[in-house]
């Protein structure tokens, strides 16, 4: 179990060389374009009545050397506001491999799926009011290659952290070229749980590029985060976690400390004390939902997502409980009719999904990937230094990635606080608490949410969102 696999050196050479790859494959795609369309206007959606109240596009951006190759999938909603004006956001759902449809649908997106028992026909999808595409345009994006529907001839070559992070970047400046009225617009990185990982190095590789004098230059201002795993060492924060939400005893708090000596990741297996404890502390955290501890507990919740955290997880087999049918008082159900929906046949037709390309829709791809990247630290104190605004949030009630163990690494950063600890309001009502930093990074708590934390508590993230995106306190 080992987590601290060092990342692979960054030469300049290499540097140079992912520049001229750039500029081939912009050359390539120069000449090859005319030969089919990559993206398309989405006016109706089945199970949605009438036509749809925003502009949804859907494409590819292909970033192989030839067509049928490294297609990578993405939807496109323009604000809904003044998308002349309103920043650009992308968007990338965590897993890895997990399809940044669940972000559009289950938290930050225009529509939702109405809640009723699946009969046989098309789930119905509804408007979601505090969708973030009010005053930003978003693209949800299905990377690593593998993910929801996008593909590649050879996809084993192309699942790992690094690079998941060169083809985002590479994946971003093509779809600018595609969409230059977008250049102006303020650029915003935006994602969530393992995405903690990739990310901070995705933001760095554009603004190294933007240096280099790469094109389209990106008019980058930050990014966001939620819960994110930025460590990897975010386990050892749940048992004090637990402990002050009061979900084990005094006593098996004290004794784990002493027996354990706080590391309960890298445990000795001759270290029966500490084991014993640990076997206790899984017996109480049992029934309780990881993702959000204040939810109902659903046996279909754990295969998901027990897998999608971090390689430990890995080892459980994949694909077998994905059709497992949930209860309908389950908040994961909305995932189940989510299955249903887009493996419908016209809904992938109005979608435009390349017809044999992808045969089940899969919300999370587990295959092959290899974890690179042990920890994101780094990145974040480079950004920070380059001037780059980040907002990072946490739900309290996630006992997966617990906000101390975020507090942590924002502290350990050393930068001296400019607006310290107070609560934030959404509506009239305490959202939760904040601080903001002098290198432009604001943290906040999202009282009572979870994991993700706008599938929970979708009014208070939203105007969490409002204000900070608008550059105001929170
Ligand atoms: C399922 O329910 C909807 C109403 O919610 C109805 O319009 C539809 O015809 C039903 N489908 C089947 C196959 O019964
Ligand atoms: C796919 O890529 C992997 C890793 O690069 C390689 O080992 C394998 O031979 C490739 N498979 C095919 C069919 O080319
Ligand atoms: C942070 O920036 C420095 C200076 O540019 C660079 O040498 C270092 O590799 C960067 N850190 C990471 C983790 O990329
Ligand atoms: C923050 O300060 C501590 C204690 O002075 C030091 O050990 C650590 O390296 C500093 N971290 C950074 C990122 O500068």
Redesign the pocket.
Known sequence: MNMMVPPPSHSSLYYCFQILLALVLFSLQMLTHQLEASSSKVEVLPGFEGPLPFQLETGYVGLGETDDDMQVFYYFIKSENDPKKDPLMLWLTGGPGCSSFSGLVFQIGPVEFEIKEYNGSVPSLVLRPQSWTKLCSIIFVDLPLGTGFSYA?????HRSDWKLVHHTHQFLRKWLIDHPEFLSNEFYFGADSYSGIPVPAIVQEISNGNEEGLQPSINLQGYLLGNPITTRREKNDQIPYAHGMGLISDELYKSLQKNCKEEYIDVDSRNELCLRDLEYFDECLSGINHFYILDSYCESDSPLWRRSLTHELKKSSSSHLTDTVPELSCRIYSSYLGRKWINNERVRKALHIREGTIGKWVRCYKTDFEYEISDSVEFHANLSKKGYRSLIYSGDHDILVPFMSTQAWIRALNYSIVDDWRLWFANGQVGGYTRTYSNRMTFATVKGSGHMAPEYTPEQCFSMFTKWISNLPL
């Not at 001839?153 to 070559?157: D, E, F, G, S, V």
């Open positions: 001839k050879n996809l084993t070559a």
